[in-house]
Antibody
Framework: QVQLQESGPALVKPSETLSLTCTLSGGSISSFYWSWIRQPPGKGLEWIGYIYYSGSSNYDPSLKSRVTISLDTSKNQFSLKLTSVTAADTAVYYC??????????????WGQGTMVTVPS | SSELTQDPAVSVALGQTVRITCQGDSLRTSYASWYQQKPGQAPVLVIYARNNRPSGIPDRFSDSSSGNTASLTITGAQAEDEADYYCNSRDSSGNPVVFGGGTKLTVL
């Protein structure tokens, strides 16, 4: 059974860098797209970006200047770095497997999510 | 447009049929996927690629689309279907992925 688990600090100071890691178990990271998605308290889902197993990546335009997603195939992990955080970056951060076809994308496996707070 | 619009809240009587809609220009060229999220839990994929259900998702969940609107239909809603529902699709205006704002479903 494929599972994802996020890890990282629960509290990040303003202007610092948020760093999270997602570990895949029960499968190989050497296929599919791997995404980060966040959900501010009481709000909807926001896609942050993805990395393909080949190493190519794509990010939400509104976050692109601050985001880096990287891949470590030897550890079956992928990571998120978000720089210059503010209170607006407070959210539950999810990692997810993105399955894609010619005309569709679906996040079929999700981590349990990790709450990250940036105090104001 | 890079937006998907959902009604904020919908209610349905127990055992009845409810439709949750998702509107956006991107749906003219790509299929919506649908997610169910219960409080304190991660979202769960319920429909993808035009009416495909992952293993374990009941067949009372179905999808249809027309023009710029995708619809998630729950036929015979159960109490356990009470949740937030989100759609997403591929966006053609430079943003690869876009989510709708979510619909809170109440089962009465």
């Amino acid at each position: 059974q494929v599972q994802l688990q996020e890890s990282g600090p629960a509290l990040v100071k303003p202007s610092e860098t948020l760093s999270l890691t997602c570990t895949l178990s029960g499968g190989s990271i050497s296929s599919f797209y791997w995404s980060w998605i966040r959900q501010p308290p009481g709000k909807g889902l926001e896609w942050i970006g993805y990395i393909y197993y080949s190493g190519s990546s794509n990010y939400d335009p509104s976050l692109k200047s601050r985001v880096t997603i990287s891949l470590d195939t030897s550890k079956n992990q992928f990571s998120l770095k978000l720089t210059s955080v503010t209170a607006a970056d407070t959210a539950v951060y999810y990692c997810a497997r993105q399955n894609s076809g010619t005309t569709w994308d679906a996040f079929d496996i999700w981590g349990q999510g990790t709450m990250v707070t940036v105090p104001s | 447009s890079s937006e998907l619009t959902q009604d904020p809240a919908v209610s349905v009587a127990l055992g009845q049929t409810v439709r949750i809609t998702c509107q956006g220009d991107s749906l003219r060229t790509s299929y919506a996927s649908w997610y169910q999220q219960k409080p304190g839990q991660a979202p769960v994929l319920v429909i993808y690629a035009r009416n495909n259900r992952p293993s374990g998702i009941p067949d009372r969940f179905s999808d249809s689309s027309s023009g710029n609107t995708a619809s998630l239909t729950i036929t015979g809603a159960q109490a356990e279907d009470e949740a937030d529902y989100y759609c997403n699709s591929r966006d053609s205006s430079g943003n690869p992925v876009v989510f709708g704002g979510g619909t809170k479903l109440t089962v009465l």
